[in-house]
């Protein structure tokens, strides 16, 4: 089965940028997609096919995806950024739909 | 507005059923894939299973294989999700969510449910 990685905490000052990976076997020739987490709320669709982003998230959310790591970048961090991340993509040996283990962020 | 509400969650021993549901509103449900994706307390999101616009084509997790079905009614704008021989590992947050496209591959999730919580303990 297609297994991702993520770095389980990343933390950032505000206003700084937060950079959070999601490593793959050749995951480059996969479609990435990404969600924001908070306690209490249903996830949230940031970014989509590596570097779309759905009408309503702001710019400061964008992604990359090459060889075998993709990239959620997060531009001018904010405290309500403070949330977990997932990365996704669909496993075409297994048909599955595989999450990355997510990633903590903390604002400073 | 788009809204996906989940119902169906509670309390069950192990080896019990449970039985739970989505209604979707705001969208032209049978144009869409669906999902189940869950969460066990402190731990991430993990995708259970998936059908797609018509009920035709339906995949699972293969730790709920032959114990999980999901299923759908496109007149009444809702999907299922029947749990069978329940074990402890299956407790989580359930969330229903919905699919950008047709299929149940490749796609994102583009709108999700607050979920509903199933326990499972004697």
């Known amino acids: 089965s297609y297994v991702l990685t993520q770095p389980p905490s990343v933390s950032v000052a505000p206003g700084q940028t937060a950079r959070i990976s999601c490593g793959g076997k050749n995951i480059g020739s996969k479609s990435v997609h990404w969600y924001q987490g908070k306690p209490g709320q249903a996830p949230v669709l940031l970014v989509h096919d590596d570097s779309d982003r759905p009408s309503g998230i702001p710019e400061r959310f964008s992604g990359s995806n090459s060889g075998n790591t993709a990239t959620l970048t997060i531009s001018r961090v904010e405290a309500g950024d403070e949330a977990d991340y997932y990365c996704q993509v669909w496993d075409t040996s297994d048909d599955h739909h595989v999450f990355g283990p997510g990633t903590q962020v903390t604002v400073l | 507005e788009v809204q996906l509400v989940e119902s169906g969650g509670g309390l069950e021993q192990p080896g019990r059923s449970l039985r739970l549901s989505c209604a979707a509103s705001?969208?032209?449900?049978?144009?869409?894939?669906m999902h189940w994706v869950r969460q066990a307390p402190g731990k991430g999101l993990e995708w259970v299973s998936g059908?797609?616009?018509?009920?035709?084509?339906?995949a699972y997790v293969d730790s709920v294989k032959g114990r999980f079905t999901i299923s759908r009614d496109n007149a009444k704008n809702s999907v299922y999700l029947e749990m069978r021989s329940l074990r402890a590992e299956d407790t989580a947050l359930y969330y229903c969510?919905?699919?950008?496209?047709?299929?149940?591959?490749?796609?994102?999730?583009?709108?999700w449910g607050q979920g509903t919580w199933v326990t499972v303990s004697s």
């Open positions: 969510a919905k699919d950008r496209g047709f299929t149940v591959t490749n796609d994102p999730f583009d709108i």
């Open positions: 705001g969208f032209t449900f049978g144009d869409y894939a």
């Open positions: 059908i797609n616009w018509s009920g035709q084509t339906i």
